[in-house]
């Protein structure tokens, strides 16, 4: 759930002024996690597709219900619920096919997120479960950013980290623990790190912008598409960010990330 779409620091035209990484070598697997069903398609989307290609497999953290996710003042908001997990979980599935690993979904209430002690925990268990590679997250120290849930999933992911990798910590979990390689942050504040995801006749693209249209609840809200018209402009506008990420690099397509390897 967002009031605008959520995504990438830059737009078109924009010029980055420090030196940028290039291109992870494509991880067995990944872990992207998301405070709403949708939010890792805007963030990682095409960069999740380009490496599920390669093989990686893909999980997915979401870590509310989304279910403040409509402008219906008078919506069923567990039918709402429910129907936004079908919806990512064909989201993963259009991205990463065939390698689409699992879809976790934490049971908190949209817009409640909070980043305590619990959570980390739940998000360190998830973590050592399914023992990521490299874990993709919000950035929470973007700067004015207003939505309580993208910061709190941003420091989940963070903290969850540290509590994943250091033995002491959740010693209950009966988890051996485990430390990620890399630490890729979308929506980043200050990015350093650059996916190509241009290329291959745009597939890329092309599997974010299908699994972003799998959240049908969210065409009114976020996606401003209530017709063919909009949701035509809305893919536009999407493919249009990209080439302007990746036009500084030299690349038809790019999302952007501040990236964190030491773990
Ligand atoms: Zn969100």
Redesign the pocket.
């Known amino acids: 759930?967002?009031a605008n779409e959520?995504g990438q620091p830059a737009l078109a035209g924009t010029t980055f002024t420090h030196p940028f990484t290039h291109n992870l070598e494509v991880p067995a697997t990944a872990l992207a996690i998301?405070?709403?069903p949708?939010?890792v398609e805007?963030g990682c989307g095409a960069t999740m597709a380009k490496w599920a290609d390669a093989g990686c497999v893909v999980h997915h953290l979401i870590c509310t219900d989304g279910s403040k996710g409509t402008w219906n003042p008078d919506a069923d908001v567990v039918a709402l619920a429910a129907q936004r997990k079908v919806e990512q979980s064909e989201a993963a599935r259009r991205l990463s096919g065939t390698n689409a690993g699992f879809v976790v979904f934490l049971p908190n209430i949209d817009g409640e997120l909070d980043s305590d002690l619990t959570m980390r925990g739940e998000v360190a268990r998830v973590i050592r479960e399914l023992r990521p590679d490299v874990v993709l997250g919000h950035d929470p120290w973007k700067r004015y950013r207003l939505?309580p849930?993208?910061r709190h999933a941003g420091l989940l992911t963070c903290d969850g980290i540290v509590a994943a990798r250091d033995p002491h910590f959740f010693r209950d979990h009966g988890l051996e623990a485990h430390r990620p390689t890399a630490l890729l942050l979308f929506e980043a504040d200050e990015p350093d790190h650059v996916e190509d995801v241009g290329g291959h006749d745009g597939l890329f693209l092309e599997r974010k912008l299908d699994a972003l249209e799998a959240h049908i609840s969210q065409f009114e809200s976020t996606m401003k598409a209530v017709d063919d018209d909009q949701l035509a402009a809305f893919r536009t506008r999407i493919t249009d960010r990209l080439a302007g990420l990746g036009e500084p690099f030299g690349y038809s397509a790019a999302e952007v990330f501040k990236l964190i390897t030491d773990l």
């Open positions: 759930m967002a959520p998301g405070a709403h949708d939010d805007f939505h849930d993208h």
